[in-house]
């Protein structure tokens, strides 16, 4: 009987991590090289991995993403238009919903966001600040953190991206809402 339990026990245990590894986040790493790389990404998840595209191309392309994962898929847009735009966005992945938005407003708006599908909300900040701020971010929410950092430094660093990802019990479609702000801010919105 003791043995059983252990088994038992073990087994639990193996397939809540198990789980936990499908739902995590790995990488996010530009598709091409050049002037447009911003606009193709692949993710790496435990469970496979997925891709992020903009939707349209032009100057306004940026405006609209669409996400693959090996389990759901979804859009991400911004809800206005005009300069300011890019402080708040909405997120549609099968049925789940949610937004994305700056907590300040001005020209530090990018480092802190606020992403929530009226659930859960997680805070998405900067960890240093200055000119590099954008290469080091840190997710915190009820249930653990992730902490999102370039790979590498120089110009090309917004081209690829590691994840640490501690949050096993966060909805997988939240956590790419939370880690999509810093792709975006280090990619497209320091260098506009």
């Known amino acids: 009987m003791k043995n059983l339990i252990l088994l038992i026990t073990f087994v639990l245990a193996f397939a809540s991590q198990l ?45 609209k993403w669409n996400f693959t994962l090996p389990k759901v898929s979804g859009t991400i847009e911004t809800v206005f238009s005009g300069e300011d735009a890019w402080q708040y966005w909405r997120f549609y992945f099968d049925n789940i919903n949610g937004t994305i938005k700056t907590v300040f407003s ?44 370039t790979r590498y430094g120089g110009s090309g660093a917004w081209k690829d991206w590691n994840i640490n990802d501690n949050m096993p ?12 702000p810093c792709i975006y801010s280090g990619a497209i919105r320091i260098r506009r």
Do not use: C, H
């Open 19 to 63: 789980a936990a590894q499908e739902n995590s986040f790995s990488s996010f790493s530009t598709v091409y090289s050049g002037s447009e790389a911003w606009r193709d990404w692949n993710i790496s998840t435990g469970n496979g991995s997925g891709s992020l595209r903009t939707t349209f191309s032009g100057d306004d392309g940026w405006r």
């Open 106 to 149: 001005g020209s530090d708006a990018w480092k802190t966001w606020d992403v929530t599908d009226g659930k859960t909300t997680l805070r998405v900040t900067t960890v240093f600040s200055g000119e590099d701020g954008w290469t080091d971010w840190n997710v915190s929410g009820p249930n653990g953190t992730m902490r999102i950092n």
């Open 169 to 180: 019990d966060v909805n997988q479609v939240l956590k790419l809402a939370a880690i999509f």
